[in-house]
């Protein structure tokens, strides 16, 4: 069974810091990763998908990188600002399901 | 313009009822979910339908009934409300290829009391 954690939990920075999100899973036979963002209250925004045969994303300010075989992904979010401050969660897909982990709660600071 | 919508987005309800919640996307995707998060906010699938076929049934109490109409609807009905029940639970949509990603509804933010 696909088990997926993130660390660090929780995770508070001031303005301007870069920053790395950590996820690991345990079956790495997996379709692909999708990093999702969860602000308080509301629902889920896709904001990067690595296949598995990728190595990584980026859209803007964010980066995902992917190693398969250890089973490990990073979120690294550039120059940080306050409205970064959601909660992050990491999903890998090896079926039809997504499993997810329980997510890392950032806090930027002014 | 909503990729995925579902309604209501808060339910309260009293203990015993029976309520359902409704999901239709317009992505044209061929895979709809329902997640549950709960209040610990961890996400967990509970069933998918693949073309109005049910392929995910995970270990759900037999008081949760998915319906699909169409491959652009999934609802959830709820009986015998318990006071456990209360969660948000989210729809999702993707396509049947795996390289594809999930989209997400907004949640419903169902309460017991």
């Known amino acids: 069974k696909q088990e997926v954690t993130q660390i660090p939990a929780a995770l508070s920075v001031p303005e301007g810091e870069n920053l790395v999100l950590n996820c690991s899973f345990t079956?790495?036979?997996?379709?692909?990763l999708q990093w999702f963002r969860q602000d308080p209250g509301k629902g889920l925004t896709s904001l990067l998908l690595?296949?598995?045969?990728?190595r990584e994303q980026t859209s803007g300010r964010l980066n995902a990188s992917l190693d398969k075989s250890s089973g490990r992904s990073t979120l690294y979010i550039a120059a940080s600002q306050p409205g970064d401050s959601a909660t992050y969660l990491c999903?890998?897909?090896?079926?039809?399901?997504?499993?997810f982990g329980k997510g890392t709660s950032l806090l930027v600071t002014p | 313009d909503t990729a995925v919508s579902q309604t209501p987005k808060y339910l309260v309800t009293q203990m015993g009822n029976d309520k359902s919640i409704k999901c239709e996307q317009n992505l044209g995707h061929d895979t709809m979910y329902w997640y549950k998060q709960d209040s610990k906010k961890f996400l967990k699938i509970m069933f998918s339908y693949n073309n109005k076929e049910l392929i995910i049934n995970e270990t759900v109490p037999n008081r949760f009934s998915p319906k699909s109409p169409d491959k652009a609807h999934l609802n959830l009905h709820i009986n015998s409300l318990e006071l456990g029940d209360s969660a948000v639970y989210f729809c999702?949509?993707?396509?049947?290829?795996?390289?594809?990603?999930?989209?997400f509804g907004s949640g419903t933010r169902l309460t017991v009391v």
């Open positions: 999702a949509s993707s396509r049947e290829t795996e390289s594809r990603g999930y989209t």
């Open positions: 079956d790495s036979a997996i379709y692909n």
């Open positions: 999903a890998v897909r090896g079926g039809y399901a997504l499993n």
């Open positions: 690595i296949q598995s045969s990728q």
